[in-house]
């Protein structure tokens, strides 16, 4: 069974400084590889994706990912975070479940900004 | 376009008694699936349905059932509630359902709690 592990459920950094939540996760295939965010009272909102190909992969709200088979990683990053992406920060890898793909979610990261 | 909206926003509710919750997709959506999200937990999938007919479930017991209408609307019945049931439920919506990627849409979710 495919699972993800989120190591940190707590990140703080400070307004302008580079950000790195990390995923690794367990499939026996190749695997489909999606980070949600959800802010306070919001549903989650897809970053990025990764299927196949290049695995540097670009998301919304400058948000990258680079995937790492060999470390069976999957490590979300932004140069320079801003105040408003205090959020909780989701990993999840998608598995074929009665034909259709369903998302495996990891616990999550929570990230503070100081300013 | 309106996105997925779910009703009601908040509920409470007493240890065995019932519930449902309500899901509406994006228009043009056909398919909806349903998550438990407990607090500080990751979204953990129950239920997925597409043209009416369920397409995946999780690992749930069969206090938890669900129905899609022909407008693709759906519900979510939760029978016997316990307190271990309080929890943010997420209704998600794609396009359509099947052995390849849909992008889901996530609505802010219902918050139940049970007393």
């Known amino acids: 069974a495919q699972s993800v592990t989120q190591p940190d459920i707590h990140i703080t950094v400070s307004e302008g400084a580079s950000l790195e939540l990390r995923c690794n996760y367990s499939?026996?295939?190749?695997?489909?590889l999606f980070w949600y965010v959800q802010s306070p009272g919001q549903g989650l909102q897809l970053l990025l994706k990764y299927f196949s190909g290049d695995t540097l992969v670009q998301g919304i709200k400058g948000f990258e990912a680079e995937f790492k088979r060999s470390q069976s990683s999957f490590n979300l990053r932004k140069p320079s975070v801003h105040w408003s992406d205090a959020a909780e920060y989701f990993c999840a890898v998608g598995a074929r479940e009665g034909g259709s793909y369903i998302p495996t979610f990891g616990r999550g990261t929570s990230l503070i900004v100081h300013p | 376009d309106a996105g997925v909206t779910q009703s009601p926003t908040h509920l409470i509710k007493t240890r065995g008694q019932h519930v449902t919750l309500r899901c509406s997709p994006i228009?043009?959506?056909?398919?909806v699936s349903w998550y438990q999200q407990v607090l500080g937990q990751g979204p953990q999938f129950i239920f997925q349905y597409y043209e009416k007919e369920e397409r995946g479930r999780g690992n749930f017991p069969d206090r938890f059932s669900a129905r899609q209408f022909p407008n693709y609307s759906s519900e979510l019945n939760v029978n016997a509630l316990l307190l271990g049931d309080s929890a943010l439920y997420l209704c998600?919506?794609?396009?359509?359902?099947?052995?390849?990627?849909?992008?889901?849409?996530f609505g802010p979710g219902t918050r139940l709690t049970v007393l």
């Open positions: 228009s043009g959506h056909k398919s």
């Open positions: 499939y026996g295939a190749t695997p489909y």
């Open positions: 998600a919506s794609s396009l359509e359902t099947g052995p390849f990627y849909n992008e889901q849409f």
